[in-house]
């Protein structure tokens, strides 16, 4: 049974950045690939990019473009996802999901609250 | 890349069926057979509920069916039940690597 597991809350200063985690278990992320997915408070889904572990290569939604960086280590089995230049807009869950043929398993969700 | 566009709510009673469209563009619905539905209650992560259109996931209830016509997914629950009462979203590949959601609609169970 795949488990997607993310690190806990993070409460981060404006201009900052912020890195969350997400380890898999029950499979091997080689052979996954992990989106990265957002959710600010009330409001919808919004996909924020992806990788593929196994060629190392990530595409991202434009919107989050130079600003995002998601990265992977196959050896501990774990996805990342750094988000820099924090604004309070970004105050958000943060999920990863596996992508099959639709986002098939996803973690338990990271909140990132960005507070002066 | 913009949002799908969904109602921001749906309502129906108890035995129903009801329908929730996701409205896109010739570069992602239109483009694509690639259109996932999430069921999503408060405080929990999405659950997939369909993919590739109308697949439906093992251990996904028949009473839930996904279509596509043109620009347009839609998603019907049939024989609405309480627990059906849930947030909704659609998703769809949108070329070159990239996914783009829908705005989401609040089902409610009257």
Redesign the interface.
Same mark, same amino acid.
């Given at each position: 049974q795949v488990q997607l597991v993310q690190s806990g809350a993070e409460v981060k200063k404006p201009g900052s950045s912020v890195k969350v985690s997400c380890k898999a278990s029950g499979g091997t992320i080689s052979s996954y690939t992990i989106s990265w997915v957002r959710q600010a408070p009330g409001q919808g889904l919004e996909w924020m990019g992806r990788i593929i572990p196994v060629f190392g290569t990530a595409n991202y939604a434009q919107k989050f473009q130079g600003r995002v960086t998601i990265t992977a280590d196959e050896s501990t089995s774990t996805a990342y996802m750094e988000l820099s230049s924090l604004r309070s807009e970004d105050t958000a869950v943060y999920y990863c999901a596996r992508l099959t043929g639709g986002f098939d398993y996803w973690g338990q969700g990271t909140l990132v609250t960005v507070s002066s | =890349?913009s949002?799908l566009t969904q109602p921001a709510s749906v309502s129906g009673s108890p035995g129903q069926s009801i329908t929730i469209s996701c409205t896109g563009t010739s570069s992602d619905v239109g483009s694509y057979n690639?259109v996932?539905?999430?069921q =999503?209650h408060p405080g929990k992560?999405?659950?997939?509920m369909?993919?590739?259109g109308s697949?439906r996931?093992s251990g996904v209830s028949n009473r839930f069916s996904g279509s596509k016509s043109g620009n347009t997914a839609s998603l019907t629950i049939s024989g609405l039940q309480a627990e059906d009462e849930a947030d909704y979203?659609c998703?769809s590949y949108a070329g070159?690597?990239?996914?783009?959601?829908?705005?989401?609609t609040k089902v409610t169970v009257l």
């Open positions: - | =890349q949002a690639l996932s539905w999430y =999503q992560a999405p659950k997939l369909i993919y590739e697949k996931p979203s998703c070159s690597s990239t996914y783009v959601f829908g705005t989401g």
